[in-house]
Structure formats: structure tokens, C-alpha cells
């Protein structure tokens, strides 16, 4: 059984950078055909994709967020990890990370989540 696991503070100031952790076991983050992911959910509104890395490594990221987030991997703590720079107050969400399968038949899997707040 896969399980994803999220950390990180949970309190940002504006300006600042998020960082978040997300810990993979029973799987590995290099196993073929899965995009390693960071969705989030602001108060009251719906899912939003923030981006992903590939097994392969390879990243893509949400237009609309592209010049704010980077997305890395230390494939020897089966982890991968979002950084969201210069936060605001919008940036306040829960965000989950996920393992969404590249094709139909494969399982995806989410975490729990964890509760973002940005505020001074």
C-alpha cells in the first residue's frame, strides 16, 4: 500500500517561501508512469493543480503559478518536496500531494493533507 505524507510549517508569512515535504512509502517516487504531484484547496473554492515532477524527474508546472514554484525530488528519501515563493494570503490552502497514474489500470494515491496559512 502506497501512502503519501505531507509536512511542512504551517504558518508562512507574506513574502516568504512555502516549503512543503512529501515522504513516500511502500512505493518508489522513480517507479515508472506516475507524475508525483502538489494539488491545493483554498477555503471555500475548488481543487487547484500546482504541478508536478515525473519518475523520470521531469517537472511541469501550473501556468498560472509556473514563476512562483519549484517542484524537487531526493530519490534516497523517496521524497519530494514544493517550494511556492512569495506567498500572499491567497496562497492560504490545504495542499495535498499525490501520485497520479500516467495511464488507465495504474492506482493514484493522495495524502491527508496539510493546512497552509499565510498571514503576518
Known amino acids: 500500500q502506497v501512502q503519501l505524507q505531507e509536512s511542512g510549517p504551517g504558518l508562512v508569512k507574506p513574502s516568504q517561501t512555502l516549503s512543503l515535504t512529501c515522504t513516500v512509502s511502500?512505493?518508489?517516487?522513480?517507479?515508472?508512469?506516475?507524475?508525483w504531484s502538489w494539488i491545493r484547496q483554498p477555503p471555500g473554492k475548488g481543487l487547484e493543480w500546482i504541478g508536478y515532477?515525473?519518475?523520470?524527474?521531469?517537472?511541469y508546472y501550473n501556468p498560472s503559478l509556473k514563476s512562483r514554484t519549484s517542484i524537487s525530488r531526493d530519490t534516497s528519501k523517496n521524497q519530494f518536496t514544493l517550494q511556492l515563493s512569495s506567498v500572499t494570503p491567497e496562497d492560504t490552502a490545504v495542499y495535498y500531494c499525490?501520485?497520479?497514474?500516467?495511464?488507465?489500470?495504474?492506482?493514484?494515491?493522495w495524502g491527508q493533507g496539510t493546512q497552509v496559512t499565510v498571514s503576518s
Open positions: 515532477i515525473a519518475y523520470s524527474g521531469s517537472t
Open positions: 511502500g512505493g518508489s517516487i522513480t517507479t515508472n508512469s506516475y507524475y
Open positions: 499525490a501520485r497520479v497514474p500516467m495511464r488507465v489500470g495504474l492506482s493514484g494515491y
